[in-house]
């Protein structure tokens, strides 16, 4: 079955750091990029990170630019988010997401069903 | 940034209804637009890529149509399932970007 599980989540102070990881299964990891989407309970969606295949270059939205790091182990078929500096604004459901390259546009096609990340004093 | 605008923010419909759901990008993004689905509590699923294919086992009820700019999510006929939010979200940049969200409501 394909699938990816996120963990790591957990509250912690602003100023704080913390790192979620994402494990991917049933498909070859490292064929695809991959994305961290967060959600504000009762809000919209967020694309907050995306990653190469071979995790060589990383993109941010302006948000986490500077404060969040992605990355990935492609030998143990895993990503993860680096996040520093957190601010009560970083209160979120984080998901990460496989970006299927194939369909002629980059989309969403799997994703995990989140981890969730409190920052408050 | 590409600004996604989606239209209306929410809406109620009844079972049968021909639902249609508008999203603008703040340039265009030719038909790098996808369709999400999300029910609560449940992760995001896809629905429309590449602006009007479907993707694998999502009912024919749903189409997308558009480029450019203007883009459209239509429900043939709503069913009882259909209950949810759906997104859009542009895949033109690097920095993906997604519409606010439409809430669909029962009537």
């Known amino acids: 079955e394909v699938q990816l599980v996120e963990s790591g989540g957990t509250l912690v102070r602003p100023g704080g750091s913390l790192r979620l990881s994402c494990a991917a299964s049933?498909?070859?990891?490292?064929?695809?990029?991959m994305s961290w989407v967060r959600q504000v309970p009762g809000k919209g969606l967020e694309w907050i990170s995306g990653?190469?295949?071979?995790?060589?270059?990383?993109d941010y939205a302006d948000s986490v630019k500077g404060r969040f790091t992605m990355s990935r182990d492609n030998a143990k078929n895993s990503m993860y988010l680096q996040m520093n500096s957190l601010r009560v604004e970083d209160t979120a459901f984080y998901h990460c997401?496989?970006?299927?390259?194939?369909?002629?546009?980059?989309?969403?096609?799997?994703w995990g069903q989140g981890t969730m990340v409190i920052v408050s004093s | 940034d590409i600004q996604m605008t989606q239209s209306p923010s929410s809406l109620s419909a009844s079972v049968g209804d021909r639902v249609t759901i508008t999203c603008r990008a703040s340039?265009?993004?030719?038909?790098?637009l996808n369709w999400y689905q999300q029910k609560p509590g449940k992760a995001p699923k896809l629905l429309i890529y590449?602006?009007?294919s479907l993707h694998t086992g999502v009912p024919s009820r749903f189409s997308g149509s558009g480029s450019g700019t203007d883009f459209t999510l239509t429900i043939s006929s709503l069913q009882p399932e259909d209950f949810a939010t759906y997104y859009c979200?542009?895949?033109?940049?690097?920095?993906?970007?997604f519409g606010q969200g439409t809430k669909v409501e029962v009537k």
């Open positions: 997401a496989r970006d299927e390259g194939s369909l002629g546009t980059d989309a969403f096609d799997i």
């Open positions: 049933g498909f070859t990891f490292d064929d695809y990029a």
């Open positions: 990653i190469n295949s071979n995790g060589e270059s990383a």
């Open positions: 340039q265009s993004i030719i038909n790098y």
């Open positions: 590449a602006a009007s």
């Open positions: 979200q542009q895949s033109y940049a690097l920095l993906r970007t």
